[in-house]
């Protein structure tokens, strides 16, 4: 019931196409949907957060959309650009406990 | 910007041996974090620590693993006999403490560990 899981585990998309990553969570008691993004050798740096209250959120050219019914989370990469290629992470939490959950992580490339 | 920090960027221990890794959370955070990262596999949850105390941890974190925050500013992870299951990446963590920004974790650069 902690299980995050994402898909799809690796996905190539032309520069300035849109890149859409998806997950799916069971526990219902997760209330925090962040996305990282990680780049070879660093540490996962937070990219968008965005919690149960809203079906949306947007920053510059990323979206998350929250489907809380279906308890799944997408986020989309809008005009995507060489320089998104990394790994990306959905993770949740919930407010009674801090750790996050994270998905498996799906590996984006952009090519030129 | 502030961010955490992390020491050594790579250990290589034997099996059998202690080792401590290092952590420099930002300065006025409050919650901090351990996770790990096998190779080529998600991050995962090891403990959380609050007011000098664990506040939550995995069922990776066994007896073999312990944490301590033995000044102001350091946060230790110290594995008492590493195996060679241990060999992973290691982040640190930290967050603050008002409202929405306790869960906004900011994680530092790692510290690979190989256990031969």
């Known amino acids: 019931q902690q299980q995050v899981k994402q898909s799809p585990q690796s996905l190539i998309v032309q520069k300035g196409g849109i890149s859409i990553i998806n997950c799916a969570y069971e526990?219902?008691?997760?209330?925090?949907f962040p996305w990282y993004q990680q780049f070879p050798g660093k540490g996962p740096a937070l990219l968008i957060a965005?919690?149960?209250?809203?079906s949306e959120k947007k920053e510059g050219r990323f979206t998350i959309s929250f489907n809380k019914s279906a308890k799944q989370f997408s986020l989309h990469i809008m005009d995507s650009q060489p320089g998104d290629s990394a790994t990306y992470f959905c993770?949740?939490?919930?407010?009674?406990?801090?750790?996050?959950?994270f998905g498996g992580g799906t590996r984006l490339m952009v090519k030129p | 910007e502030p961010e955490v920090t992390q020491t050594p960027s790579h250990q290589v221990t034997q099996m059998g041996q202690e080792v401590i890794l290092r952590c420099v959370p930002i300065?006025?955070?409050?919650?901090f974090y351990w996770y790990r990262q096998i190779l080529g596999q998600k991050v995962e949850f090891l403990v959380s620590?609050?007011?000098?105390?664990?506040?939550?941890k995995s069922e990776i974190f066994d007896d073999q693993f312990s944490v301590e925050r033995p000044d102001g500013s350091n946060f230790t992870l110290k594995i008492r006999s590493t195996k060679l299951e241990d060999s992973a990446m290691y982040f640190c963590?930290?967050?603050?403490?008002?409202?929405?920004?306790?869960?906004?974790?900011?994680f530092g650069p790692g510290t690979r560990l190989t256990v031969l």
């Open positions: 963590a930290s967050s603050g403490q008002t409202s929405g920004g306790r869960n906004e974790q900011f």
């Open positions: 526990n219902t008691a997760f209330d925090y």
């Open positions: 965005i919690r149960p209250d809203v």
């Open positions: 993770a949740a939490s919930n407010n009674a406990g801090n750790m996050l959950t």
């Open positions: 300065s006025n955070h409050l919650y």
């Open positions: 620590f609050y007011n000098n105390e664990i506040s939550e």
